[in-house]
C-alpha cells in the first residue's frame, strides 16, 4: 500500500478484493483518509509502470492488535473492485485451512518478498526480491528469545545467517 511519493507497506493479495498486510501500517490511518492511500498490484520493480492502482474501501485491524509486542500485527485491506486474477503478473497466496493446529511446521518453508533493503541500514531494492526460508522451531532457544507469543508468532530464517529478510520486507 502507498500514498503518491512514497510506498508504505507490502501486503499479500489472498482474493480478488482483500490484501493481507500488518496491522501497524494501518493503526493510525483514520478511514476518513482512506483516500490518500492505494494498493499498487502486479509491479516486479518499484517505478513499474505496468502496475495497477486500486483505492481502498476500507481496512480491518485485528481487534487485538497490540502495538508494543506486534502481537496479531495483521490487517485487512479491502479494495474498491475485484483485482483481475487473468493478468499474468498477478498472483495471490492460499491461507491455511481452518482450525489448522501447529501451523506452520518445521517441515515447512516460508517465502518473504518485498523490495526492502538489501542489507542492514541499506536503500530499498529496486527489483521486488523473494527468498525461501525454513520454520524454526519455537523450542528453539534463538527463537524463544524473540517470541512473545508462540501461539501467535513464529520464527523463520537461518540460524545461521545468510539468506534473510530485511527493513521494508514483508511476509
Known amino acids: 500500500m502507498t500514498s503518491p511519493g512514497s510506498a508504505s507497506c507490502g501486503g499479500t493479495l489472498i482474493n480478488r478484493y482483500y490484501i493481507l ?23 516486479q520493480y518499484r517505478n513499474d509502470t505496468n502496475s495497477v492502482r486500486y483505492t481502498i474501501k476500507s481496512i480491518i485491524i485485528h481487534s487485538q492488535y497490540d502495538s ?36 506452520p511446521n518445521e517441515s515447512m518453508n516460508a517465502t518473504a518478498l518485498g523490495w526492502g533493503s538489501l542489507e542492514q541500514g541499506g536503500s ?35 540460524i545461521s545467517g545468510g539468506k534473510d529478510t530485511c527493513q521494508g520486507d514483508r511476509y
Open 68 to 103: 508494543d509486542t506486534y502481537e496479531n500485527d495483521i490487517a485487512l485491506v479491502q479494495l474498491s473492485l475485484p483485482v483481475d486474477f487473468n493478468d499474468s503478473t498477478v498472483g495471490f497466496s492460499c491461507l491455511p485451512p481452518n482450525g489448522a493446529v501447529n501451523y
Open 124 to 158: 530499498s531494492a529496486y527489483a521486488l526480491q523473494q527468498v525461501e526460508l525454513p520454520i524454526v522451531s519455537n523450542q528453539n532457544s534463538y527463537c524463544a528469545d524473540v517470541l512473545v507469543t508462540s501461539s501467535t508468532q513464529f520464527c523463520a530464517g537461518f
Open 21 to 43: 498486510t500488518a496491522a501497524h501500517c494501518f493503526a493510525s490511518v483514520q478511514a476518513s483518509h482512506f483516500d490518500r492511500y492505494f494498493a499498487v498490484v502486479g509491479a
